[in-house]
């Protein structure tokens, strides 16, 4: 629930407002509810950590929230494209190692085919025209590790629990996809 104070004085026209109109945010939030665990983000007075509470949940990258890189990918960080992190409501908590403006083998945004060809889809998997996101092999090397980690999901009492990666594999000898809690 957002929330701000406003006073008016009735013996002469003077208005006060908490916060004030042009402090940012514009508004005080109130959860009803505790705090996510601090494994989730950070909580500060204003915005809690993003934190899926509605089941089954998809994320097919579609939303304004996350930006395609572009160029090639073989070289420095534009084809890294901009997550989603941070808390709401300019972020949604996703996380990625290294960050986006390491060079390297990591995660990355695109739209299309990869930047380097035979390293990964032409497209998404629903409409080819789609946001994906993927790892850059050319700028890998054995045993390189990258970490793409998701908002927090409060999965009490639901049963049964699963989850469920669509993973190209253009090559035939790949590494690993590790999914944890």
């Not at 990625?96 to 060809?117: D, M």
């Not at 049964?160 to 993973?167: A, D, S």
């Amino acid at each position: 629930m957002d929330w701000y104070v406003e006073i008016f004085d009735c013996a002469c026209p003077n208005v006060v407002r908490v916060p004030s109109l042009s402090s940012t945010p514009l508004n005080n939030t109130f959860w009803l509810d505790p705090s996510p665990p601090a494994i989730c983000g950070t909580t500060t007075p204003n915005s809690f950590p993003y934190l899926v509470t509605n089941f089954p949940w998809v994320e097919n990258f579609s939303s304004i929230d996350w930006i395609p890189g572009s160029g090639t990918g073989a070289t420095g960080t534009a084809h890294r494209g901009t997550f989603p992190q941070g808390n709401p409501p300019s972020g949604k908590n996703w996380q990625v190692s290294p960050n986006t403006t390491s060079t390297g083998f990591a995660w990355s945004i695109r739209i299309g085919q990869t930047g380097t060809l035979n390293t990964g889809p032409l497209g998404d998997h629903t409409t080819g025209g789609g946001k994906y996101v993927y790892t850059e092999a050319s700028q890998g090397n054995t045993n390189n590790n990258t970490t793409l980690i998701t908002p927090c999901f409060k999965l009490t009492g639901l049963q049964p629990r699963g989850f469920r990666v669509l993973v190209p594999q253009v090559r035939r000898r790949h590494g690993q996809l590790a999914c944890g809690h």
